[in-house]
């Protein structure tokens, strides 16, 4: 059966029964025995359930006869530790549990997850066929407190804990604003903390071999830290940051395998390496000078596209991911100038201030409202990464393009009804100029007055590309800031190997002018001519690409942006 990419899997012996490709992690399961009770946090549709799954059926007694076919070509398969297939697997994940309007209903939601689990157990594990059944409707503590029990009387295999998303409806009740519920939850007394004790309990007795906790957001077991105070948070230990996401290498060997199976036309494949990179590399989680990581689940969006259809998605940003910009508007909805600012600042310079020390002390839920910390909150969703020291930013153009948009929603920009025309002309005909006049006519004509006080050439060149990917994405493809030895170029329109604009290449440079620098340059802009700095500029990168490219049909623009009154396209060669 030939591999295949199979987007949104993340059953790991499916994935294996199913021939899927699969990227090798499991070397860290290796790692993590060193840790205990290991804590790692990462962004939404990082890969964290099948990691979670791996761990299950590694360590899993029932599947030792399936090791062999689960494990054998893998890194762990051809070493094992010697603990697989060693213990009983209670895997729970907390995503599936209903934030209700009542502590009570919190806890019948809870209790009929775990519950129901450890019930299931008795009936799975031939071990435990003899233990004392589990009454659903006691407290969850006390249900696993049974089972830790039997297993320590008995001698039996110790108890593998896994808690996927453990704080996905903790976080819901956070962002509704129901701080009251929020504090009954996390509350001494409560059931949430006192589950957590008794997995402390179970860690003293060693009748739970481990722990293995993922979540997106810190703050809840910050609140939860004296009910489980032994645990070790890898979130932010340079050790593990390649744990999850994928590396470069590993990118790339993953589509090499793509493109060999599928029997892909291999003359694209830089082409697709780089679109790839373009959109969805750029996450730095632990240090800036170190190697970025790519979003996995992007990457496998984009594959599983590209094997069934041959071709370069038409939307390359997965839908799913857009869900991440409600995010935006439950964390600043009690003041929506503080969303504007934040979207703002974003958009116009992809660039905002941090504490480093916020992002590394633990910080509970009434700082996760204060705006000094939205920049730290968004680190840990997935939608800012470390730009150096001292400034986080937008990660790639698939974070980019879903700001622009909540950028465009914000201000009640027209995106949508205006510009069919514009489009539909360029896509017949290729006319920058015709198409950047298109843009600053109806997009540029709607931005508030006090945008253009803030302006630079990131915001235009941003907003033009977000603009253009709606409408031309059928036949083009961009790249922002590409990386050559000559620098990083603006923008670079790339026409799809498989559409009738094959080969072609533009590159783009913007120079942005205030109002104030415009009439201190005495000249119209009728009259500006181009700069000669600017021209030797484009022509570095355009020699950059034509090494990479030589069959490309190459074209240069630099496009001067004047404050808020017009602009002038110039085509160098």
Same mark, same amino acid.
């Given at each position: 059966?030939?591999?295949?990419?199979?987007?949104?899997?993340?059953?790991?012996?499916?994935?294996?029964?199913?021939?899927?490709?699969?990227?090798?992690?499991?070397?860290?399961?290796?790692?993590?025995?060193?840790?205990?009770?290991?804590?790692?946090?990462? $962004?939404?549709?990082?890969?964290?359930?099948?990691?979670?799954?791996?761990?299950?059926?590694?360590?899993?007694?029932?599947?030792?006869?399936?090791?062999?076919?689960?494990?054998?070509?893998?890194?762990?398969?051809?070493?094992?530790?010697?603990? !697989?297939?060693?213990?009983?697997?209670?895997?729970?994940?907390?995503?599936?549990?209903?934030?209700?309007?009542?502590?009570?209903?919190?806890?019948?939601?809870?209790?009929?997850?775990?519950?129901?689990?450890?019930?299931?157990?008795?009936? +799975?594990?031939?071990?435990?066929?003899?233990?004392?059944?589990?009454?659903?409707?006691?407290?969850?503590?006390?249900?696993?407190?049974?089972?830790?029990?039997?297993?320590?009387?008995?001698?039996?295999?110790?108890?593998?804990?896994?808690?996927?998303?453990?704080?996905?409806?903790?976080? !819901?009740?956070?962002?509704?604003?129901?701080? !009251?519920?929020?504090?009954?939850?996390?509350?001494?007394?409560?059931?949430?903390?006192?589950?957590?004790?008794?997995?402390?309990?179970?860690?003293?007795?060693?009748?739970?071999?481990?722990?293995?906790?993922?979540?997106?957001?810190?703050?809840?077991?910050?609140?939860?830290?004296?009910?489980?105070?032994?645990?070790?948070?890898?979130?932010?230990?340079?050790?593990?940051?390649?744990?999850?996401?994928?590396?470069?290498?590993?990118?790339?060997?993953?589509?090499?395998?793509?493109?060999?199976?599928?029997?892909?036309?291999?003359?694209?494949?830089?082409?697709?390496?780089?679109?790839?990179?373009?959109?969805?590399? #750029?996450?730095?989680?632990?240090?800036?000078?170190? +190697?970025?990581?790519?979003?996995?689940?992007?990457?496998?969006?984009?594959?599983?596209?590209?094997?069934?259809?041959?071709?370069? $998605?038409?939307?390359?940003?997965?839908?799913?991911?857009?869900?991440?910009?409600?995010?935006?508007?439950?964390?600043?909805?009690?003041?929506?100038?503080?969303?504007?600012?934040?979207?703002?600042?974003?958009?116009?310079?992809?660039?905002?201030?941090?504490?480093?020390?916020?992002?590394?002390?633990?910080?509970?839920?009434?700082?996760?409202?204060?705006?000094?910390?939205?920049?730290?909150?968004?680190?840990?969703?997935?939608?800012?990464?470390?730009?150096?020291?001292?400034?986080?930013?937008?990660?790639?153009?698939?974070?980019?393009?879903?700001?622009?948009?909540?950028?465009?929603?914000?201000?009640?920009?027209?995106?949508?009804?205006?510009?069919?025309?514009?489009?539909?002309?360029?896509?017949?005909?290729?006319?920058?100029?015709?198409?950047?006049?298109?843009?600053?006519?109806?997009?540029?004509? !709607?931005?508030?007055?006090?945008?253009?006080?803030?302006?630079?050439?990131?915001?235009?060149?941003?907003?033009?590309?977000?603009?253009?990917?709606?409408?031309?994405?059928?036949?083009?493809?961009?790249?922002?800031?590409?990386?050559?030895?000559?620098?990083?170029?603006?923008?670079?329109?790339?026409?799809?190997?498989?559409?009738?604009?094959?080969?072609?290449?533009?590159?783009?440079?913007?120079?942005?002018?205030?109002?104030?620098?415009?009439?201190?340059?005495?000249?119209?802009?009728?009259?500006?001519?181009?700069?000669?700095?600017?021209?030797?500029?484009?022509?570095?990168?355009?020699?950059?690409?034509?090494?990479?490219?030589?069959?490309?049909?190459?074209?240069?623009?630099?496009?001067?942006?004047?404050?808020?009154? #017009?602009?002038?396209?110039?085509?160098?060669?």
């Amino acid at each position: 059966m030939k591999k295949r990419i199979l987007y949104g899997i993340a059953n790991y012996a499916e994935l294996v029964e199913k021939n899927g490709y699969f990227v090798d992690k499991t070397s860290w399961l290796a790692e993590l025995e060193m840790v205990n009770n290991p804590v790692f946090l990462r $962004p939404r549709r990082f890969g964290k359930s099948l990691l979670c799954s791996i761990l299950n059926h590694y360590y899993d007694l029932n599947t030792a006869d399936r090791f062999s076919e689960l494990f054998g070509p893998t890194w762990i398969g051809q070493h094992p530790t010697g603990k !697989q297939n060693s213990c009983f697997i209670l895997h729970l994940n907390f995503s599936v549990i209903e934030p209700g309007k009542t502590l009570d209903a919190i806890e019948r939601s809870f209790k009929g997850h775990c519950n129901y689990l450890i019930k299931y157990m008795r009936n +799975e594990y031939a071990l435990l066929k003899n233990m004392p059944e589990i009454d659903t409707d006691a407290p969850v503590s006390d249900c696993l407190g049974k089972l830790i029990s039997y297993i320590k009387k008995y001698e039996l295999p110790p108890l593998y804990i896994i808690i996927d998303e453990y704080d996905n409806f903790a976080n !819901q009740l956070v962002t509704a604003n129901k701080d !009251q519920l929020y504090r009954e939850l996390t509350a001494d007394n409560g059931f949430f903390k006192t589950f957590f004790k008794t997995l402390k309990q179970g860690r003293e007795t060693q009748s739970i071999a481990n722990v293995f906790i993922t979540g997106v957001l810190p703050i809840t077991m910050d609140d939860m830290a004296s009910g489980f105070n032994v645990a070790t948070f890898l979130t932010l230990d340079p050790q593990f940051e390649n744990m999850l996401g994928f590396t470069q290498a590993e990118t790339d060997t993953l589509v090499d395998a793509v493109f060999q199976d599928q029997e892909l036309d291999p003359t694209t494949r830089s082409e697709v390496g780089t679109l790839m990179k373009n959109q969805y590399n #750029g996450y730095h989680l632990i240090s800036s000078d170190e +190697e970025s990581l790519y979003n996995s689940t992007s990457v496998l969006y984009f594959l599983n596209w590209l094997q069934n259809h041959k071709t370069i $998605p038409k939307h390359l940003t997965d839908l799913n991911l857009k869900t991440d910009i409600s995010w935006v508007r439950r964390l600043t909805a009690s003041n929506p100038a503080l969303t504007e600012e934040f979207v703002n600042r974003l958009t116009l310079h992809n660039s905002i201030a941090f504490d480093d020390t916020f992002l590394v002390e633990k910080f509970n839920m009434y700082q996760f409202f204060e705006p000094s910390f939205f920049p730290i909150s968004f680190f840990y969703l997935g939608m800012l990464t470390r730009k150096d020291d001292f400034f986080l930013c937008l990660p790639n153009m698939n974070m980019r393009t879903i700001f622009v948009q909540y950028f465009n929603e914000i201000h009640h920009i027209d995106v949508s009804t205006r510009y069919a025309e514009i489009m539909q002309a360029f896509a017949n005909q290729p006319n920058l100029e015709q198409l950047f006049s298109g843009y600053w006519r109806e997009y540029v004509s !709607q931005l508030p007055e006090a945008i253009f006080q803030q302006v630079n050439e990131n915001f235009y060149r941003t907003t033009f590309y977000e603009l253009c990917s709606r409408f031309l994405s059928r036949w083009f493809v961009w790249h922002v800031e590409r990386s050559y030895p000559q620098g990083r170029s603006d923008l670079e329109f790339v026409g799809k190997y498989n559409e009738k604009y094959a080969g072609l290449r533009w590159v783009v440079e913007f120079k942005y002018f205030s109002n104030a620098e415009l009439r201190k340059m005495k000249t119209s802009i009728e009259d500006f001519q181009v700069r000669v700095e600017d021209t030797e500029q484009i022509n570095g990168y355009a020699e950059g690409l034509r090494v990479e490219y030589p069959k490309a049909e190459i074209s240069k623009f630099v496009i001067y942006c004047f404050g808020n009154q #017009g602009f002038r396209v110039f085509q160098t060669g």
